[in-house]
């Protein structure tokens, strides 16, 4: 079992910043995908950013169309800990932002229903 536990989320104006965290404890995978992905009220959940344990801090990192440019996924693996740094933020970026371990490697834009293990979401609120 994979335990992900978020943290960083709150209230923020737009063009501001905020760093969210995912702690992974348990049984780790190295050569696994971690993945952020967030849910809007009354829209479904859409990825949002995908890392893959091996390689440097942000090798293979992968973006959504939306977020290019502005968040930057990145990881400390003797922390066991995914990042994703918020930049230039904006009200439609208000969402529960969760992130999401996929045991076996994928690269590019990840599916919600492939990912394994999900923790239970922190909420990002931009206000204009």
């Known amino acids: 079992q994979v335990q992900l536990v978020e943290s960083g989320g709150g209230l923020v104006q737009a063009g501001g910043s905020l760093r969210l965290s995912c702690a992974a404890s348990g049984r780790t995978f190295r050569s696994s995908t971690m993945g952020w992905f967030r849910q809007a009220p009354g829209k479904e959940r859409e990825f949002v950013a995908a890392i893959s344990w091996s390689g440097g801090p942000t090798s293979y990192a992968y973006y959504a169309d939306s977020v290019k440019g502005r968040f930057t996924i990145s990881k400390d693996n003797a922390k066991n800990t995914v990042y994703l740094q918020m930049n230039s933020l904006k009200p439609e970026d208000t969402a529960v932002y969760s992130c999401?371990?996929?045991?076996?490697?994928?690269?590019?834009?990840?599916?919600?229903?492939?990912?394994?293990?999900w923790g239970k979401g922190t909420l990002v609120t931009v206000s204009s």
């Open positions: 999401a371990a996929r045991s076996q490697t994928m690269f590019g834009s990840l599916p919600a229903d492939g990912m394994d293990y």
